[in-house]
C-alpha cells in the first residue's frame, strides 16, 4: 500500500497538485507550458467535459473528431513536469482507493506543444522542431533510478567535448522517447533538444550576470553532430517528460515553435501567431494517431 504521505489525495479524492479525478483525464494528453495556452487548445476541441485550475495547472479534458484529448498546463520546468506525469500517471495506473499499483497498466501518450529557441542559425524563427532526443541539463532524471539509460548520444556528446576537459555544468545525459508513429513518420524537422534548469544562465543568457553556459561552450555544443543529429534548440520541459514518460512505459513527442533564434540573436516579433500555428499542426496530429 503506497502511503498517505507518498500519494496524496485531497479530501475530495482528487490528486493533490492536479485536483483531478481519473475519469477526468483524457489517455492522449497535451502539455503545455503557458497556462494561457490550455484554453487556445481547448476552444479547438468539438466539446470540452472538464475544466480544472489548480496553481499553474489548468486541466481541459475534452474530444476532437471524435478522439478523446486532454490538454494540461504545467508551467514553467522540469520540477513541475515531475508533478504532472507522476500524478497523471497515478490516475491511470494505480488504484487510489487501495492505493496500490495496478496489474494492467495503461500508456499514454504526452505531446508537449511549446515554445523554444533555436540553437543553430540555420534553423528560422517561426519553423517547428521535434525532438527525438533531450539533453537533460535540468537535474531531474539522476533522482530516478531507471530514468538515467546511457545512451550512445551521451557518450558522443561527452567525446565532443574533449572527454570531459570541456567542462559542461551537470553530468551529460540523453534521453529518447518512444515517438508516437505519426510524428515519427511526420516531416517535422528535428534535432536533440537541450532541456535548461532555467531561463537565463542555465541557457547562456546573461544579462547582468555572466552564464557559465558561456558563449565558448556554446559554440562547441553548436558544433556537435552525430550522424544526422545535432543540438537543435534549447528548452525547459523535453528531459523530464522524455525521461519520466519513457521510465513509466508511456509515448512522448516534444514540438517546439523556435521563438528565439540563440546564434543569430534574434527573436519573433508576433511568437502568438507561431503558437496559434503550432497547436494546429499538433492536433492535426493528435488526431491522427494510430495509437490508443
Ligand atoms: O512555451 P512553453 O511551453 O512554456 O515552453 C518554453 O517557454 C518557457 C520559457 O519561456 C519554458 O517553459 C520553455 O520550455
Ligand atoms: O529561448 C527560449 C525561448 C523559449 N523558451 C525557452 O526556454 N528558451
Do not use: C
Request: hydrophobic fraction near 40%; charge should be negative.
Amino acid at each position: 500500500m503506497i502511503q498517505a504521505s507518498e500519494l496524496i489525495l485531497r479530501p475530495s479524492g482528487a490528486i493533490y497538485h492536479l485536483n483531478l479525478h481519473p475519469e477526468q483525464v483524457a489517455k492522449t494528453i497535451i502539455t503545455v507550458g503557458d497556462p494561457e495556452r490550455v484554453k487556445l487548445i481547448s476552444d479547438k476541441f468539438d466539446k470540452v467535459t472538464t475544466r480544472v485550475e489548480a496553481r499553474e495547472f489548468v486541466t481541459h479534458t475534452g474530444e476532437l473528431d471524435g478522439v478523446p484529448l486532454t490538454v494540461v498546463s504545467t508551467g514553467i520546468g522540469t520540477d513541475n513536469i515531475d508533478i504532472v506525469l507522476n500524478e497523471l500517471d497515478a490516475l491511470f495506473n494505480i488504484d487510489l482507493d487501495k492505493r496500490e499499483v495496478k496489474d494492467d497498466l495503461a500508456k499514454l501518450t504526452f505531446i508537449r506543444l511549446g515554445t523554444s529557441g533555436s540553437f543553430q542559425p540555420d534553423l528560422p524563427l517561426g519553423s517547428f522542431l521535434m525532438s527525438e532526443a533531450a539533453l537533460a541539463a535540468d537535474g531531474l532524471l539522476p533522482f530516478y533510478l531507471d530514468a538515467s539509460v546511457p545512451d550512445p548520444l551521451a557518450y558522443s556528446l561527452h567525446a565532443h567535448l574533449d572527454r570531459g576537459e570541456v567542462k559542461f555544468p551537470v553530468p551529460i545525459l540523453v534521453v529518447r522517447p518512444t515517438l508516437p508513429s505519426i510524428f515519427a513518420e511526420s516531416d517535422l524537422p528535428r534535432g536533440v533538444t537541450l532541456t535548461a534548469s532555467g531561463f537565463y544562465g542555465p541557457q547562456g543568457r546573461s544579462l547582468r550576470l555572466r552564464a557559465g553556459l558561456h558563449a565558448g561552450l556554446l559554440e562547441r555544443l553548436r558544433n556537435w553532430q552525430e550522424g544526422d543529429l545535432r543540438l537543435t534548440n534549447i528548452e525547459m520541459e523535453t528531459s523530464g517528460i522524455y525521461g519520466l514518460a519513457t521510465a513509466l512505459g508511456h509515448r512522448a513527442v516534444s514540438v517546439s515553435a523556435l521563438i528565439a533564434n540563440r546564434a543569430l540573436g534574434t527573436f519573433h516579433e508576433r511568437p502568438g501567431e507561431v503558437v496559434e500555428k503550432l497547436i494546429e499542426r499538433g492536433l492535426e496530429l493528435a488526431t491522427n494517431m494510430r495509437e490508443g
